[in-house]
């Protein structure tokens, strides 16, 4: 029996779609924070659970049974590594064999500000007993697509991640990897994930003006300015310093990665920024 957490969320819903492709449904548990969202895949033939992060009470139960389970980590980033500890204790408690783990590229060695919970949930894994398998995600692809748009408008790509080097991979790359380990048979390993192509901003600037037949160009600028400008964009103060800070940390090559382990583990290329940048603008 597989269990997935976080199953109608962004990146859930795309690990569902992928792995009912090739697993019956009756052996597939969509654990969820609100069953009704999962009604269509309720529909589908899978089992749906409850089993919410803040109520570890939930969290027990809706593994009792399972296998391989995995853990798409939670989107509450500050309260990441409580609720993780939750469902790794639950897990082990249902007698999980298996945990995947959807982790950060190079967690154990990233100055990104969001490795920290990743680390110490990987931490928390490793001394659970468990099996563990991570799944260390790199930048995805539709962090950069809000921008686009504006970048157009303004004929300018703010960043500051100066020229370094960004491995990008779309959300339904990384949910057909996160199908393809789930439904396969290792019980340990480190995926480091990453698309197979890898851009600097004012590579993506020239993209977005290709797309868009018209001059954008990339200015570099501080991560407090970038910080303040996203802020005045609209974001969220929070938001606005991971993004900012990814992006400094992006300049020292923290999002950048040649290995194609997840090109190879999908079993096809990874898709390209400028496939979905053409799609944003030109439909």
């Given at each position: 029996?597989?269990?997935?957490?976080?199953?109608?969320?962004?990146?859930?819903?795309?690990?569902?779609?992928?792995?009912?492709?090739?697993?019956?449904?009756?052996?597939?548990?969509?654990?969820?924070?609100?069953?009704?969202?999962?009604a269509p895949l309720?529909?589908?033939?899978?089992?749906?659970?409850?089993?919410?992060?803040?109520?570890?009470?939930?969290?027990?139960a809706a593994f009792?049974?399972?296998?391989?389970?995995?853990?798409?980590?939670?989107?509450?980033?500050?309260?990441?590594?409580?609720?993780?500890?939750?469902?790794?204790?639950?897990?082990?408690?249902?007698?999980?064999?298996?945990?995947?783990?959807?982790?950060?590229?190079?967690?154990?060695?990233?100055?990104?500000?969001?490795?920290?919970?990743?680390?110490?949930?990987?931490?928390?894994?490793?001394?659970?007993?468990?099996?563990?398998?991570?799944?260390?995600?790199?930048?995805?692809?539709?962090?950069?697509l809000n921008g686009?748009?504006?970048?157009?408008?303004?004929?300018?790509?703010?960043?500051?991640?100066?020229?370094?080097?960004?491995?990008?991979?779309?959300?339904?790359?990384?949910?057909?990897?996160?199908?393809?380990?789930?439904?396969?048979?290792?019980?340990?390993?480190?995926?480091?994930?990453?698309?197979?192509?890898?851009?600097?901003?004012?590579?993506?600037?020239?993209?977005?003006?290709?797309?868009?037949?018209?001059?954008?160009?990339?200015?570099?600028?501080?991560?407090?300015?970038?910080?303040?400008?996203?802020?005045?964009?609209?974001?969220?103060?929070?938001?606005?310093?991971?993004?900012?800070?990814?992006?400094?940390?992006?300049?020292?090559?923290?999002?950048?990665?040649?290995?194609?382990?997840?090109?190879?583990?999908?079993?096809?290329?990874?898709?390209?920024?400028?496939?979905?940048?053409?799609?944003?603008?030109?439909?």
């Amino acid at each position: 029996m597989y269990a997935v957490t976080g199953a109608t969320g962004q990146l859930g819903r795309h690990v569902m779609a992928d792995l009912v492709k090739t697993t019956p449904p009756a052996s597939i548990i969509a654990a969820v924070r609100d069953p009704a969202k999962a009604a269509p895949l309720a529909a589908q033939g899978i089992q749906v659970r409850e089993a919410d992060y803040d109520r570890p009470e939930t969290l027990e139960a809706a593994f009792q049974g399972v296998e391989r389970l995995l853990l798409i980590s939670s989107s509450a980033v500050g309260r990441r590594v409580t609720q993780h500890q939750a469902v790794i204790a639950a897990a082990k408690a249902a007698g999980v064999s298996v945990v995947l783990y959807t982790s950060l590229l190079h967690a154990d060695r990233s100055a990104i500000g969001l490795a920290e919970e990743h680390r110490q949930t990987e931490a928390a894994l490793r001394d659970s007993g468990l099996s563990v398998v991570l799944l260390r995600n790199g930048w995805y692809a539709e962090n950069y697509l809000n921008g686009v748009s504006p970048a157009v408008t303004r004929g300018v790509l703010f960043g500051a991640a100066g020229d370094g080097r960004i491995s990008t991979a779309s959300r339904s790359d990384y949910a057909a990897a996160a199908a393809v380990a789930l439904a396969g048979a290792e019980t340990s390993g480190v995926y480091e994930l990453a698309g197979d192509e890898s851009w600097t901003l004012a590579d993506l600037a020239e993209v977005i003006s290709k797309a868009a037949d018209k001059p954008v160009a990339y200015k570099d600028i501080s991560e407090a300015a970038y910080r303040e400008a996203l802020i005045g964009a609209g974001l969220p103060e929070h938001v606005a310093e991971i993004v900012a800070n990814a992006d400094a940390s992006a300049a020292k090559g923290a999002l950048f990665d040649d290995s194609r382990t997840l090109s190879r583990l999908i079993g096809r290329p990874t898709i390209t920024m400028t496939q979905m940048i053409n799609a944003v603008l030109n439909g």
